[in-house]
């Protein structure tokens, strides 16, 4: 009988508590590691007819590296793990690329109650007048950021927030980060984090 009473106790201890294990705090996304895809439509919607996202042109280092660049002002590219110290940024030039999805798996497993921490900017956004950008990123199925800014903004500004996970998520989950813009603009992701 007090075997049983132990065991039972046991269950309890670690169903009533397994909701309050958290994932270890640390970096959910790589951005080196980010590749451009055709996923997302349930998400953000078919991409606007004649939207591309061409490769680099110009005098542009090799973008085939795990590491961070330094992008010269001789090279056009629509997507880059740029080096802005003391962080490695997802960088989103728009002027030759209005409409974007990009894709990597998760680095850890995300639990119930975690909470996740994206940050971003975007620099001056231009015309044309009474527009809207979209920035986005989603974990598995679930849109875990989405911001809506209005163009022209004068001044540049970060973009953001916090999500608590509702339930569990592998390491390697597959990950979306989605701009959407008009005009000549940049945007960067700059981190997302397990808190």
Same mark, same amino acid.
């Given at each position: 009988?007090?075997?049983?009473?132990?065991?039972?106790?046991?269950?309890?201890?670690?169903?009533?508590?397994? #909701?309050?294990?958290?994932?270890?705090?640390?970096?959910?996304?790589?951005? !080196?590691?980010?590749?451009?895809?055709? $996923?997302?439509?349930? &998400?953000?919607?078919?991409?606007?007819?004649?939207? !591309?996202?061409?490769?680099? $042109?110009?005098? @542009?280092?090799? &973008?085939?590296?795990?590491?961070?660049?330094?992008?010269?002002?001789? @090279?056009?590219?629509?997507?880059?793990?740029? @080096?802005?110290?003391?962080?490695?940024?997802?960088?989103? *030039?728009?002027? #030759? @690329?209005?409409?974007?999805?990009?894709?990597?798996?998760?680095?850890?497993?995300?639990?119930?109650?975690?909470? /996740?921490?994206?940050?971003?900017?975007?620099?001056?956004?231009?015309?044309? &007048?009474?527009?809207?950008?979209? /920035?986005?990123?989603?974990?598995?199925?679930?849109?875990?950021?989405? $911001?809506?800014?209005? /163009?022209?903004?004068?001044?540049?500004?970060?973009?953001?927030?916090?999500?608590?996970?509702?339930?569990?998520?592998?390491?390697?989950?597959?990950?979306? &980060?989605?701009?959407?813009?008009?005009?000549?603009?940049? *945007?960067?992701?700059?981190?997302?984090?397990?808190?």
């Amino acid at each position: 009988m007090l075997g049983r009473l132990i065991i039972a106790a046991n269950v309890w201890l670690v169903v009533g508590c397994g #909701s309050s294990v958290q994932s270890d705090p640390g970096p959910l996304v790589d951005n !080196t590691q980010w590749r451009q895809t055709v $996923e997302g439509e349930e &998400f953000f919607g078919m991409p606007p007819e004649g939207a !591309t996202c061409p490769p680099p $042109e110009g005098d @542009c280092p090799d &973008f085939e590296t795990d590491e961070c660049v330094d992008v010269p002002q001789t @090279c056009k590219v629509s997507f880059v793990a740029e @080096c802005l110290a003391p962080f490695t940024v997802l960088a989103v *030039y728009t002027e #030759s @690329c209005n409409w974007i999805t990009l894709e990597q798996p998760s680095l850890r497993p995300v639990r119930a109650g975690d909470e /996740i921490e994206v940050r971003a900017f975007h620099f001056v956004l231009t015309a044309p &007048f009474n527009a809207e950008a979209r /920035i986005s990123l989603t974990l598995g199925d679930e849109m875990i950021f989405d $911001e809506t800014v209005q /163009i022209p903004q004068i001044d540049g500004r970060p973009l953001d927030g916090t999500w608590t996970a509702t339930r569990d998520f592998e390491a390697g989950t597959p990950m979306l &980060f989605h701009v959407n813009n008009h005009g000549a603009n940049e *945007y960067l992701l700059i981190e997302v984090n397990v808190l």
